[in-house]
């Protein structure tokens, strides 16, 4: 499956190193073509013999030690690679690619890295935990680059929580369909939008909803990773980019529908994930509006429904929309499919337990054209998300053909 396909794999110095062992045979038993970097300490834990071995391929751990004098290593191979994978990633390296250090072989190759880069960390809880790795990480996936989660459990320092590399066999399958979802939507543009809309009242106040933009961040996600050029249009939360994604930030529906208006004539897919305001105060208070005796009534005045109206407007654009329903979804999302001309409605129950927006983990169905209806089961957001882009373009292939 990973047949020419090259992969870089950064070891960086913990005692996961042996599963990074692990992880050069899956890759390479795969199709894969590996090549390893490894760092100072990583060879206390392990020597690069082994990687040698389990690569068939020399092992670079100095940027000095130039092996073949008509190229420079650390910029030949970061051009060679179509993905780079570091694992485990320490805070160490973590910390050093957040900042732009590039002091060793692994991180000059990082640096000077045009592939998309992966990195699985491990470390001890508290580490993983610490603000400044946070921060570093949090820098990181604002560069675009992508995080494999450490799991779950017993930690080599005795201690029991989160920082464990996560296993070769669960990482080379995240690169199998990596390289298989690759390419379906190469060339398309894909516009998202996600989150919740404020819209405000006076300068302190704003009305708004519980959208967290996890599901819209997902299908982003996704739809970059297939290929497709990504712009994603955010209301305000506090997520991370995901990787090769451009994010427009916008505040109230008003800032959105000029977002999407400008993205509209050259996009592909349109997927209109965001909770938008459909009332908005007919008027904004200059000043902080004081408290009275007795009650107080805020006039509101209807946004532009954007789905609807790119409904209107629509040529080839895919258009698909969400219908968040607490009761009758089916008939609401069907009402909806036709109301607006959207090309699909995915329709969730958000009174349901783990389906609604705070939640990592979603259950939907989806409507379109000629009572299409398809039901998927409940999963986390980030794999729904692939498996609603990859019906979905399935779908517009066969009416193309
Ligand atoms: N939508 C939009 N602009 C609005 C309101 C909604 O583009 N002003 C889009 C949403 O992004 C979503 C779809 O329309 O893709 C359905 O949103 P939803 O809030 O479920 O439906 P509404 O049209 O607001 O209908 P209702 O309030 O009757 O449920």
């Known amino acids: 499956m990973l047949e020419n396909r090259k992969i870089l794999l950064c070891v960086s110095g913990g005692i996961a190193v042996y599963k990074a062992v692990a992880l050069v045979s899956k890759l390479s038993q795969a199709g894969a073509s590996v090549k390893v970097i490894m760092t ?30 008509s190229v420079i290593a650390h910029i030949d191979l970061a051009d060679w690679a179509d993905l780079i994978i570091v694992a485990p990633g320490t805070a160490n390296v973590i910390g050093k690619l957040a900042n732009g250090i590039g002091d060793d072989m692994v991180t000059t190759t990082l640096l000077a890295a045009t592939a998309p880069i992966w990195i699985a960390p491990a470390m001890n809880v508290h580490m993983y935990d610490h603000p400044a790795v946070k921060r570093n990480i949090q820098q990181l996936h604002e560069d675009g680059i992508r995080f494999i989660e450490p799991s779950e459990g017993f930690l080599a320092c005795g201690y029991v929580g989160k920082g464990r590399l996560e ?89 959105m529908l000029k977002a999407v208006e400008a993205h509209f004539d050259t996009a592909n897919y349109v997927v209109k994930t965001a909770a938008v305001a459909d009332y908005r105060p007919q008027t ?83 409507f379109g054209k000629n009572n299409f209806e398809q039901a998927f089961d409940m999963m986390p957001k980030q794999q729904l998300a692939r498996q609603l882009f990859e019906m979905i373009t399935d779908k517009e292939e066969s009416y193309d053909s």
């Open 40 to 69: 100072e300490s990583a060879q206390q834990f392990v020597q690069p013999l082994t990687f040698q071995v389990m690569s068939r391929n020399d092992v670079y751990t100095d940027t000095f030690d130039e092996k073949d004098s």
């Open 167 to 255: 296993e070769p066999e669960k990482i080379t399958e995240l690169v199998k369909n990596y390289f298989t979802r690759e390419h379906k939507l190469n060339g398309k543009k894909v516009v998202v939008t996600a989150g919740p809309t404020r819209e405000r009242i006076d300068p302190v106040r704003f009305l708004t909803n519980f959208s967290s933009g996890k599901m819209g961040y997902a299908m982003a996600e996704a739809a970059a990773e297939m290929g497709a050029e990504t712009i994603l249009i955010s209301g305000p939360v506090s997520l991370p980019v995901p990787s090769g994604v451009t994010r427009i930030q916008v505040e109230s529906a008003e800032d």
């Open 284 to 366: 904004i208070a200059n000043q902080k509006v004081k408290k009275q005796e007795g009650g107080s009534t805020i006039e509101l005045e209807r946004t532009v429904d954007i789905l609807k109206h790119l409904g209107q407007q629509k040529k080839n654009q895919v258009l698909i929309g969400f219908a968040a329903e607490t009761n009758d979804v089916c008939k609401y999302a069907k009402e909806k499919l036709i109301r607006k001309n959207a090309d699909y409605i995915i329709a969730n129950d958000v009174s349901e337990a783990q389906a609604g927006f705070e939640s990592d983990t979603n259950r939907v169905t989806v």
